[in-house]
């Protein structure tokens, strides 16, 4: 049956309830939901955070009575299984909606379907596949690491017009403007980690935290150290939520490491430096659905060749810094221009005086 207007509508709002859950609700993914009864919004909300109520329980608590009869709006498959909730479509039958639409079907081999096959068991009407992308885009993360087994990796650049990231001598601060700096912060403040290298490190020393956004958590930071050149006194140490991951064993190292609170993943590749796709694997495996990288050329153009870049965020500042000043990447010399990297732009916006681009790989790793 085709989907309605007000299918339409009231699943727009659905994922804007989601959205409130952008920054906060990590390893899960960000889901919203409307209790529609006689044309009228008789309940909403939103998942918030792991281990609270998932959005349908919400929405269902505040309908109340009402509930019964009408129509579920989910951004995402009610769930079928018991973690640290009971299962969501549970909620639904025991509350006697007659109807429920959801955006997309849960790539979650736990659900993948079933949510939605318990309720027509149960007698009620379900279907999904309204606003399917929009409610894809929003779960990208989560429906990398379900679907591929690792988090979704965007590469954040900020550069002149000219594609130059720093001058010759190192010196990067600043090339885009305050308010490209704050819209940065937003992009660090939804992922679940935010990754650098050692060079970063070496030259800025950041902590690499959400200072200019408004949050209730900072995202796991990970710094790839291949030979454990960290030191104890590094900014990004202070605090909880650091990861280094490296190829090398050093134990004095790792124990000065620990007592200031950073975890060691050691995870070599033939040339003795950080496999960045078993990273990647790894970090799927603690539950991380998307990583913002904020580093330089060498662990840019790494990460690339590792076939683990799935976004780039760049923006773009009105000046030029020339030739000699240090670039995005480093792809080697093509002599053929089927060999160059093919990008799709997803979107372009002004941030201030600054161009914001976000742009994905024609063809990602089929391997990864």
């Known amino acids: 049956m085709p989907f309605s207007a007000d299918d339409f509508k009231f699943m727009a709002h659905a994922l804007r309830l989601a959205e ?30 792991a281990g609270g109520p998932h959005a349908e329980v919400v929405a269902l608590t505040a309908g109340g009575a009402n509930a019964q009869g009408a129509t579920a709006y989910a951004s995402f498959e009610p769930c079928s299984h018991h973690g640290r909730t009971p299962p969501c479509a549970d909620a639904l039958i025991a509350a006697k909606v007659a109807r429920v639409v959801a955006a997309m079907q849960d790539p979650n ?57 720093a001058l010759k001598n190192k010196v990067s601060q600043w090339i885009t403007g305050a308010d490209a700096r704050r819209d940065g912060h937003r992009w660090r403040a939804r992922s679940c980690a935010v990754m650098t290298g050692i060079g970063t490190l070496t030259d800025d020393d950041p902590r690499l ?70 990273l990647a694997k790894f970090l799927a495996g603690r539950g991380i659905n998307e990583v913002l990288v904020e580093a330089g050329l060498n662990l840019n153009s790494a990460l690339l060749r590792a076939g683990v870049v799935d976004e780039l ?25 089927n060999k160059r990297l093919q990008l799709n732009i997803q979107e372009t916006r002004m941030i201030g005086p600054d161009l914001r681009i976000l742009a994905r790989p024609v063809v990602l790793n089929p391997g990864a």
């Open 20 to 49: 409130r859950g952008l920054y906060t609700t990590t390893p899960n993914p960000r889901v919203g939901c409307v209790i529609v009864k006689d044309g009228r919004i008789v309940g909403e909300g939103w998942h918030e955070r």
């Open 109 to 165: 081999p736990q659900v993948a379907g079933s949510g939605l096959r318990k309720l027509r068991e149960a007698g009620i009407a379900a279907e999904a596949g309204i606003l399917e992308t929009e409610a894809r885009e929003l779960n990208i993360g989560f429906v990398s690491r379900m679907t591929r087994g690792r988090p979704w990796m965007r590469v954040k650049i900020a550069a002149s017009l000219d594609g130059r990231t």
């Open 313 to 337: 965020l760049i923006y773009l500042a009105p000046h030029m810094l020339g030739d000699a000043a240090r670039g995005m990447f480093d792809l080697g010399e093509l002599t053929e221009m």
């Open 209 to 278: 935290t959400v200072r200019d956004v408004e949050t209730s958590r900072q995202p796991l930071r990970i710094v790839v150290d291949s030979r454990l050149r960290i030191t104890p006194e590094a900014k990004i140490l202070e605090g909880e939520g650091v990861l280094v991951a490296t190829a090398t064993r050093d134990e004095d190292k790792n124990r000065a490491l620990a007592r200031k609170g950073a975890e060691i993943v050691v995870l070599p590749n033939a040339e003795h430096k950080v496999d960045l796709l078993d």
